[in-house]
């Protein structure tokens, strides 16, 4: 797999594995089959609560450490204080059955002057060797500017939600400009989104998929793979969940071909919204989906909100049915989002 040299001179593939919502156990078979296939990057996170069944994987699977490149996040309940920061470090390690890893980044922003002291304990963590790199997820041009001013430290990646409506042109342009390696997530789900149902998840139209698959018929490739493969060509790290490890033979055929100049344009004349997940989810909730959100804490704004709720130390049993149960809730929130809107 090729890697790409980041700013610190370490490498990192340029395609690894998503693990958000991928269910313990599921994980060992997911994981052997991406070996593989040559795909050796696995990116997973302390509110994933994966981290154990990746580290079980591993060792299971006899795969020696330097072998390959695990990315984990710190979540936000764990900047309370250095002393809880660099335990829930120490915990994730342990539950990854490594003494470091090869990226941690911090998972979300938090209030502007706290970003700095929580990023200046992410620097003590590199300096301690707990992580070879160190980087940012979800956070905007602003605050990266401000954590550099304060510490002289550029971060080597930003984690951001990028699909080819919403092309986050300016965070990428900034983080391209200091040398910031943008790690794309969420790529193809507008692809697949049959119909929006909130202002922030957001749908392809039948136009755009048209013309995302018009593209792929030029190749003799798909919709999805021209997503993909045209996030490559943008110089973006990028890590597909596979849950059918049949996929990956699709996911791998992006090398197989190129788009053209032309191509690369049409695609970024779609951009029409440049958003952030979390700021959308705040303005777009009325009463009846706050009442709804209460009920429901794993789900959009509680999710990222409710910070004194403990995830992150149920087991895997437990987390796999919080799983289930949740993507009956999605389907029930999708339903209600529908019905208001054509009311």
């Known amino acids: 797999m090729k890697k790409i040299k980041l700013n610190d001179n370490n490498e990192i593939p340029i395609m690894g594995m998503g693990t958000w919502m991928l269910k313990p156990s599921k994980f060992k078979n997911v994981v052997q089959e991406s070996l593989k296939n040559g795909i050796n990057a696995f990116d997973v996170a302390q509110i994933y609560n994966n981290e154990a069944s990746l580290g079980d994987a591993l060792e299971e699977l006899n795969v020696k450490r330097e072998s390959v490149h695990i990315t984990t996040k710190i979540w936000i309940n764990n900047y309370k204080n250095k002393e809880v920061f660099f335990k829930s470090i120490e915990q994730s390690l342990k539950r990854l059955k490594t ?28 300096e301690k060797g707990l992580t070879r790199s160190i980087g940012l997820s979800n956070f905007d041009k602003e605050t990266i500017e401000k954590l550099i001013l304060e510490t002289g430290v550029i971060p080597a990646t930003n984690h951001l939600e990028i699909q080819v409506h919403n092309q986050q042109i300016e965070n990428v342009n900034y983080c391209k400009e200091k040398n910031i390696l943008v790690q794309a997530y969420s790529l193809l789900r507008p692809y697949f989104l049959e119909k929006s149902f909130t202002i922030m998840i957001q749908a392809m139209t039948d136009k755009e998929k048209n013309m995302i698959d018009s593209i792929g018929k030029n190749h003799n490739k798909t919709g999805p793979q021209v997503i993909l493969r045209w996030a490559i060509q943008k110089g973006y790290q990028i890590f597909p969940k596979v849950t059918n490890t049949r996929r990956f033979k ?13 191509e690369m344009e049409k ?5 029409r919204v440049d958003y952030k997940t979390i700021d959308l989810i705040n303005k777009s909730l009325d009463e009846k989906n706050e009442e709804f ?6 789900l959009f704004d509680k999710y990222f909100k409710n910070v004194d709720k403990d995830y992150l130390n149920c087991s895997a049993k437990e987390y796999e049915a919080e ?12 339903a209600m989002k529908y019905e208001q809107k054509n009311d």
């Open 323 to 334: 799983l289930e149960a949740q993507e009956e809730k999605i389907k029930e929130f999708i």
């Open 293 to 298: 959100l209460d009920k429901n804490p794993l």
């Open 250 to 262: 699709n996911n791998l055929e992006i090398f197989e071909f190129k788009l053209t100049k032309e």
């Open 99 to 126: 003494d470091y890893v090869d990226l941690l980044l911090l998972h979300w922003p938090r209030e502007k002057d706290d970003n700095v002291k929580i990023y200046k304990w992410l620097i003590e963590a590199k």
């Open 267 to 271: 695609i970024h004349k779609m951009n």
